[in-house]
């Protein structure tokens, strides 16, 4: 391998990665033992003490509260376009780190993604908010429908509306996590209408699946295996299981929300710390409306629950991990990228977006659509970010870094040659996309 090539963001293998119980806990507290945080919050390579702002802090104190202790550079540098937080941070500072970073990604002044961001934000002085409001109305109405087709299903003891309930129960869910990624709300709680915990995706889809995409560190990598393993290692994966992947893969959407459900159940178990709160009984709102509406027995409404939370699980699945990364020609943890490499040069390596949803804001709210520009920025609303694109394109061109798209069937296809893929390949950003 030529010297000017990397096979890994990270310098050092995570703490805790392979553990049989992969938590966001677990994750986060090996970003403490790995980041050289020194118990306070690192941002690049200064240290700050935060601990009198956490309150304050305008996105939510959680934010702040389950960082402590790690490396914040690829949330900071994401979620502040603008230079607020910056100026802020002179008064929080307490001294320069003693450790390099665990990281390899760069955020240089003259790189693309601090060029791209000074661009998007002077574009956002003039973008039509309208579209961030139609976002709310979208999520309100298929909420609305998903109780609607949920009430009709157990009153006439339809298995068939019940899954068209869990269709909207899944793109409602889907929708939530745009707003989970925004300050607190009360949208952001929709994503707990099925076993799922938006606070627990803030830290494992928010903060490590979307600084570090399809790499060691991106929990949404490490949750699946060793039953469904992306990374093209040989070492995790035989023959056999690279082939029966493609089988039980459905099986294994169609229990992803009981899944972590149960996990949380087994981590409060096991360590005798509470991962539940009082927002996780959203769950649970539901069925009782079912029960309530439904003039039948508590076990009959029970039944259809369970089935329309399936049905959502599976849909999740189907339409989430096979949205934008799991492609062999998006880069995975073991492929060859350019060393010293740029935070958004990174982020289109390891995205291919979904073509077949551009221009509708349904399509894009519902299916992780948009999802480059979203990685890049991921506080803007998904209504916004199609104003973005003529900027982001300039910056492509400037970086002769190619942005890639395919439609949502070749993304399936893909998906599964990578469950099977072991050959690592070379990722150049100027090199065009050529399927197969």
């Known amino acids: 391998m030529a010297n000017n090539y990397i096979t890994t963001i990270a310098k050092k293998y995570p703490s805790f990665r392979d553990e049989p119980l992969k938590t966001v806990y677990r994750w986060l507290d090996g970003k403490r033992q790995d980041d050289g945080a020194e118990g306070l919050w690192r941002i690049h390579d200064t240290l700050y003490d935060f601990t009198d702002?956490?309150?304050?802090?305008?996105?939510?104190?959680?934010?702040?509260?389950?960082?402590?202790?790690?490396?914040?550079?690829?949330?900071?540098?994401?979620?502040?376009?603008?230079?607020?937080?910056?100026?802020?941070?002179?008064?929080?500072?307490?001294?320069?780190?003693?450790?390099?970073?665990?990281?390899?990604?760069?955020?240089?002044?003259?790189?693309?993604?601090?060029?791209?961001?000074?661009?998007?934000?002077?574009?956002?002085?003039?973008v039509d908010h309208g579209p961030a409001k139609r976002s709310k109305l979208i999520i309100d109405s298929m909420?609305?429908?998903a109780f609607g087709l949920a009430f009709l299903a157990i009153r006439l003891n339809s298995y068939a509306l019940g899954a068209v309930s869990g269709l909207f129960v899944c793109w409602t869910m889907i929708s939530a996590h745009n707003f989970f990624h925004q300050r607190d709300n009360w949208r952001m709680m929709a994503f707990n209408l099925a076993f799922s915990s938006y606070r627990e995706w803030r830290v494992s889809h928010a903060m490590s699946h979307h600084n570090f995409p399809n790499s060691i560190l991106d929990l949404e990598i490490s949750y699946f295996e060793p039953f469904l393993c992306w990374l093209p290692n040989p070492a995790i994966k035989s023959s056999m299981k690279r082939l029966a992947s493609w089988v039980y893969g459905p099986i294994v959407y169609s229990f992803l929300f009981y899944g972590e459900f149960l996990k949380?159940?087994?981590?409060?178990?096991?360590?005798?710390?509470?991962?539940?709160?009082?927002?996780?009984?959203?769950?649970f709102i539901l069925p009782t409306f079912m029960y309530v509406v439904?003039?039948?027995?508590?076990?009959?409404?029970?039944?259809?629950?369970?089935f329309i939370v399936l049905v959502a699980s599976f849909l999740f699945g189907?339409?989430?991990?096979?949205?934008?990364?799991?492609?062999?020609?998006?880069?995975?943890?073991?492929?060859?990228?350019?060393?010293?490499?740029?935070?958004?040069v990174y982020q289109m390596a390891a995205v291919i977006d979904r073509s077949d949803t551009k221009g509708s804001q349904f399509m894009v709210l519902t299916s992780f659509g948009d999802h480059c520009l979203h990685h890049l920025f991921p506080t803007l609303d998904h209504g916004i970010l199609p104003q973005l694109y003529p900027v982001f394109f300039e910056t492509c061109r400037e970086f002769e870094t190619v942005y890639r798209e395919i439609?949502?069937?070749?993304?399936?296809?893909?998906?599964?040659?990578?469950?099977?893929?072991?050959?690592?390949?070379?990722?150049?950003?100027?090199?065009?996309?050529?399927?197969y």
């Open 407 to 435: 439609p949502w069937l070749q993304h399936i296809i893909g998906q599964h040659k990578q469950l099977a893929r072991v050959e690592t390949m070379t990722y150049k950003p100027s090199e065009k996309l050529a399927l």
């Open 294 to 306: 439904g003039a039948t027995s508590l076990w009959e409404v029970i039944k259809m629950w369970l």
């Open 318 to 344: 189907l339409i989430g991990l096979n949205a934008a990364h799991h492609h062999p020609k998006a880069v995975h943890d073991g492929d060859q990228i350019p060393a010293d490499i740029d935070f958004a």
């Open 143 to 145: 909420l609305a429908a």
């Open 53 to 126: 702002f956490v309150e304050r802090h305008p996105g939510g104190p959680e934010w702040l509260r389950l960082t402590k202790g790690t490396d914040i550079t690829e949330a900071f540098e994401t979620h502040h376009i603008t230079l607020r937080a910056e100026g802020l941070l002179a008064k929080y500072k307490v001294r320069e780190a003693t450790e390099p970073r665990a990281v390899r990604l760069t955020f240089r002044d003259d790189g693309f993604y601090r060029t791209l961001k000074r661009r998007v934000r002077d574009k956002l002085k003039d």
């Open 264 to 283: 949380r159940l087994i981590e409060t178990y096991e360590t005798g710390k509470n991962t539940f709160f009082l927002d996780d009984l959203v769950t």
